[in-house]
């Protein structure tokens, strides 16, 4: 029997954070430059207090004609997130994923952030691309 991959074995990605002020305009070019879905939202401490994605510029900012340039992330982020930890089993995530309706899951390493994994991540992990 093979040996059961962990969600450390298939970061590949850089994590992209923004300050709770940001104002989403920024953090939507950081997005743009990056080709990335979603960005972390962290306190001045620098703990992960949200996640801010696609899907939060689209419902709670366009949705609401909010002026993107003057609304700052902690106004429309996600506050509520599940992070998984780098240590967890990868045959896990598509469940977790599903289930929370998550199209991106930030990973741990005890408290600290190391990663954010899409779903595209996995689903190119588990087809073997």
Request: a negative charge; charged letters at 25%.
């Amino acid at each position: 029997m093979p040996d059961k991959k962990t969600v450390a074995d298939i970061m590949i990605s850089d994590i992209f954070t923004v300050e709770e002020q940001t104002p989403v305009s920024d953090a939507v070019h950081l997005m743009a430059q990056n080709n990335i879905g979603a960005v972390i939202v962290m306190s001045p401490i620098q703990d992960p207090v949200g996640i801010f994605t696609e899907r939060d510029l689209l419902k709670r900012v366009v949705a609401h004609d909010l002026d993107p340039a003057k609304t700052p992330v902690s106004k429309v982020m996600t506050p509520k997130f599940v992070c998984i930890q780098n240590t967890d089993d990868v045959d896990d995530l598509p469940a977790i994923m599903v289930e929370g309706n998550f199209r991106h899951i930030p990973v741990v390493d005890g408290r600290k952030l190391v990663g954010i994994l899409s779903i595209r991540d996995v689903l190119r992990f588990l087809a073997g691309l």
